[in-house]
């Protein structure tokens, strides 16, 4: 069984400052982790996978996330927030064992004040 | 590609009425997925398909949902009748099989369903 957990629902920062927002995941055989970006009234896009290759995966828009095995962890950071960053954020993970599904998180939404 | 397609993007119906909500997955994605999204209960996966063929429903609320793949590039959501609960926003997904571990999902745009 997977899951993933993302401690936080609601994150609040100012534009210009750190962006961390967490993700934990539990699998029983080495992940495949996600991070989908959904913005006002859009779908799910996708911001930035871990697929076993490097641990420190960067993705669009200046986001990055590190793969921490001994933590179980896949937290998603941008150095300097932007007004545009405001948004929902969803974890994810799979597993070859899980073929095609992904367990979502219940999603952070990221707020940036001015 | 043009992506995954949803229609409509918005339905607003009334309570008692036939809803049907469509999708259009990428060209050679054989593995299609339907998503709710509500407030209060966040992101849930409805049904799946594979090659066309539903493979689990357990996330279907009851029987007034049903979902249909008739061919590779075309599936409906219906719901019969529709009830005000039932006003979400819904989302199609889909991915390829081939290594699809690692290319995750591509979503449609959603439909938004307000049911008065």
């Known amino acids: 069984a997977q899951s993933v957990t993302q401690l936080g629902s609601h994150v609040s920062v100012s534009e210009g400052a750190l962006v961390l927002l967490r993700c934990n995941y539990s699998?029983?055989?080495?992940?495949?982790l996600f991070w989908y970006v959904q913005y006002p009234n859009q779908g799910l896009q996708l911001l930035l996978k871990y697929t076993s290759a490097a641990t420190l995966v960067k993705g669009i828009n200046g986001f990055e996330a590190e793969f921490k095995k001994s933590e179980t962890s896949f937290h998603l950071t941008k150095p300097s927030a932007h007004m545009s960053d405001a948004a929902e954020y969803f974890c994810?993970?799979?597993?070859?064992?899980?073929?095609?599904?992904?367990?979502f998180g219940g999603g952070t939404r990221l707020m940036v004040k001015p | 590609d043009a992506g995954v397609i949803q229609s409509p993007r918005h339905e607003v119906t009334e309570m008692g009425q036939e809803v049907t909500l469509r999708c259009k997955p990428i060209s050679g994605h054989d593995y299609l997925f339907w998503y709710r999204q509500t407030m209060m209960r966040g992101l849930e996966l409805l049904i799946y398909f594979n090659n066309n063929v539903p493979i689990d429903d357990s996330g279907m609320p009851e029987d007034r949902f049903s979902a249909k793949m008739p061919n590779a590039s075309f599936s409906t959501l219906k719901i019969q009748p529709s009830e005000p609960r039932d006003s979400a926003v819904y989302f199609c997904?889909?991915?390829?099989?081939?290594?699809?571990?690692?290319?995750?999902?591509?979503f449609g745009s959603g439909t938004r369903l307000t049911v008065v």
């Open positions: 699998s029983s055989v080495p992940p495949y």
């Open positions: 994810a993970v799979g597993s070859f064992r899980a073929g095609n599904m992904l367990t």
């Open positions: 997904a889909s991915s390829p099989s081939q290594g699809a571990q690692g290319n995750g999902y591509t």
